[in-house]
Nanobody
Framework: QVQFDESGGGLVQSGGSLKLSCKAS????????MAWYRQSPGKERELVAH???????TYADSVKGRFTISRDNTKSTAYLQMDSLKPEDTAVYYC????????WGQGTQVTVSS
């Protein structure tokens, strides 16, 4: 069974930084393009960034230049370094594959105060 365990969220002031982690299990992590998503109240879940198995990265325009996605295949873990955070980044952040599995983790809450 595929499982994702996200962590690292919290409350931070505008301009601050956070680093999220996602431990994946039940899948061949090394061959999967991994992604981070986020969902704010009343909005649909959106794709924030993804990283291929070889390390090629892609970002949504709203986070480009501020967020950095990375992965450690030896630990089956994906990361999202978030810098220069803005109040509009407030959301629950999830990881999954770029073509998502049916299973989702509980997510990790990120709250950015102005």
């Amino acid at each position: 069974q595929v499982q994702f365990d996200e962590s690292g969220g919290g409350l931070v002031q505008s301009g601050g930084s956070l680093k999220l982690s996602c431990k994946a299990s039940g899948m061949y992590f090394t061959v999967v393009t991994m992604a981070w998503y986020r969902q704010s109240p009343g909005k649909e879940r959106e794709l924030v960034a993804h990283i291929t198995r070889s390390g090629t990265t892609t970002y949504a325009d709203s986070v480009k230049g501020r967020f950095t996605i990375s992965r450690d295949n030896t630990k089956s873990t994906a990361y999202l370094q978030m810098d220069s955070l803005k109040p509009e980044d407030t959301a629950v952040y999830y990881c999954n594959a770029q073509v998502p599995f049916n299973e989702w983790g509980q997510g990790t809450q990120v709250t950015v105060s102005s």
